[in-house]
């Protein structure tokens, strides 16, 4: 069993930027892909970016591509995802998911584990 906590939310200006982090619990943090998704209100959850369990391959969405960047800490079982150039459309409530076998996929239903959410809003 793994649990996983997010933080970092808040609210930010068009334009700005924030860094989200996410501890998973366990000794075996580095055998478990991460993933973040998000859920704006109206629509469905969707995938943002992954990075597998050595940290070697990453996945972005193309809405988000150039300017997120997903990284992870093995020694302190954290993940980051790193959120600039923010516009309002990135407003939603970012989750942190965690997927055993450390390959990374946008596929939501294989990831195991979720955290509470953070919510993240965009100012225009």
């Known amino acids: 069993q793994v649990q996983v906590v997010e933080s970092g939310g808040g609210l930010v200006q068009a334009g700005g930027s924030l860094r989200l982090s996410c501890v998973a619990s366990?000794?075996?943090?580095?055998?478990?892909?991460m993933a973040w998704f998000r859920h704006a209100p109206g629509k469905e959850r969707e995938f943002v970016a992954a990075?597998?369990?050595?940290?070697?391959?990453?996945l972005y969405a193309d809405s988000v591509k150039g300017r997120f960047t997903i990284s992870r800490d093995n020694v302190k079982n954290t993940v980051y995802l790193q959120m600039n150039s923010l516009k309002p459309e990135d407003t939603a409530v970012y989750y942190c998911?965690?997927?055993?076998?450390?390959?990374?996929?946008?596929?939501?239903?294989?990831?195991?584990?979720w955290g509470q959410g953070t919510q993240v809003t965009v100012s225009s």
């Open positions: 990075i597998s369990g050595t940290g070697g391959s990453t």
């Open positions: 998911a965690a997927r055993y076998g450390g390959v990374v996929t946008t596929a939501r239903l294989r990831y195991d584990y």
């Open positions: 366990g000794r075996t943090f580095s055998t478990y892909a």
